[in-house]
């Protein structure tokens, strides 16, 4: 086939076909920017319904926080009375302890005279006296005295055989110093 045209013609063609395209690529663009704002307002409303979601459960939040502030504020009273039970409890002396400790470690044939605890006795220099039916017995105590974790310090300050006395059951008698430790009563 031949191509009579003149020349004028065959670029008017070829414009005109040059414009349908860039009419088609206009209108794809144009399609483009479209589906990109569609998406963009579709994304800009469901942020926006999440927004106010968070907010309602914000505030949903608040007024049930609001509604427990009284039991928050019982709650650290309940804490700061236990840290002061605490507090007391770790003064606490329990003289029962000592007492049975003192006992346990007396070995048969001795007896203690008296014993007066207070506060002020532990971690302190005291005085104990002891009656023994012989003088084994009272070394035996001592040695046991020695060895316990509940004295420190053992020592006789005199210790003497008194034949003689009210308790004939028991003559030895034994004046001991000794320091009774605060771990003890704990």
């Given at each position: 086939m031949i191509n009579l045209l003149p020349d004028a013609a065959k670029r008017e063609i070829r414009a005109a076909r040059t414009n349908v395209k860039l009419v088609r690529y206009i209108l794809v663009l144009a399609a483009g920017i479209a589906f990109l704002g569609i998406v963009t307002f579709g994304v800009y409303t469901v942020l926006m319904g999440t927004k106010a979601s968070a907010e309602s459960i914000i505030q949903s939040n608040e007024s049930k926080t609001s509604?427990?502030?009284?039991?928050e504020?019982?709650?650290?009273?309940l804490k700061t009375s236990l840290a002061n039970a605490k507090n007391i409890l770790?003064?606490?002396?329990?003289?029962?302890?000592v007492i049975t400790g003192i006992a346990a470690l007396m070995p048969s044939g001795t007896v203690?005279?008296?014993l007066?605890?207070?506060?002020?006795?532990f971690g302190t220099p005291t005085t104990l006296t002891i009656h023994a039916k012989s003088t084994d017995d009272a070394l035996s105590l001592k040695d046991k005295f020695q060895t316990s974790a509940l004295f420190s310090n053992v020592s006789f300050v005199s210790l003497t055989n008194s034949a003689q006395s009210?308790?004939?059951?028991?003559?030895?008698t034994a004046v001991m110093s000794l320091t009774i430790n605060r771990s003890a009563a704990q």
């Amino acid at each position: 086939m031949i191509n009579l045209l003149p020349d004028a013609a065959k670029r008017e063609i070829r414009a005109a076909r040059t414009n349908v395209k860039l009419v088609r690529y206009i209108l794809v663009l144009a399609a483009g920017i479209a589906f990109l704002g569609i998406v963009t307002f579709g994304v800009y409303t469901v942020l926006m319904g999440t927004k106010a979601s968070a907010e309602s459960i914000i505030q949903s939040n608040e007024s049930k926080t609001s509604s427990y502030a009284s039991t928050e504020a019982q709650a650290q009273s309940l804490k700061t009375s236990l840290a002061n039970a605490k507090n007391i409890l770790d003064k606490e002396v329990q003289y029962s302890k000592v007492i049975t400790g003192i006992a346990a470690l007396m070995p048969s044939g001795t007896v203690l005279e008296s014993l007066t605890l207070t506060p002020t006795t532990f971690g302190t220099p005291t005085t104990l006296t002891i009656h023994a039916k012989s003088t084994d017995d009272a070394l035996s105590l001592k040695d046991k005295f020695q060895t316990s974790a509940l004295f420190s310090n053992v020592s006789f300050v005199s210790l003497t055989n008194s034949a003689q006395s009210q308790s004939t059951s028991y003559p030895i008698t034994a004046v001991m110093s000794l320091t009774i430790n605060r771990s003890a009563a704990q």
